[in-house]
Nanobody, 118 residues
Framework: QVQLVESGGGSVQAGGSLRLSCVASGSRFSINSMGWYRQAPGKQRELVATIIGYSTNYADSLKGRFTISRDNAKNTVYLQMNGLKPEDTAIYYC?????????????WGKGTLVTVSS
């Protein structure tokens, strides 16, 4: 079984920065893709960014402010968030496409809350 644990969320004023981390743990697995999604109050979960190998993909509205990166040796994905805005307030979820027992599984973390005040 594979688990994802996020960290780094918190409260910040508008214009500030946060760095989220997500670590994958378990046994006998390999990671294909990793990414971040977010869900604001009363809204659907939406894509923030994904990374497969060295290829990254971002929500158009977040390009230039958010940067996703990955440390394969640590099974960790990061999300650097700069120039935060109140509308970035949401629970941020880590997601990974994981090969486990010859199957490709879609795994989610429990989320970390980011609150941006004006």
């Amino acid at each position: 079984q594979v688990q994802l644990v996020e960290s780094g969320g918190g409260s910040v004023q508008a214009g500030g920065s946060l760095r989220l981390s997500c670590v994958a743990s378990g046994s006998r697995f390999s990671i294909n893709s990793m990414g971040w999604y977010r869900q604001a109050p009363g809204k659907q979960r939406e894509l923030v960014a994904t990374i497969i190998g060295y290829s990254t993909n971002y929500a158009d509205s977040l390009k230039g402010r958010f940067t996703i990166s990955r440390d394969n040796a640590k099974n960790t994905v990061y999300l650097q968030m700069n120039g935060l805005k109140p509308e970035d307030t949401a629970i941020y979820y880590c997601n990974a496409g994981v090969y486990y027992s010859s199957s490709l599984m879609n795994v989610w973390g429990k989320g970390t809350l980011v609150t941006v005040s004006s």
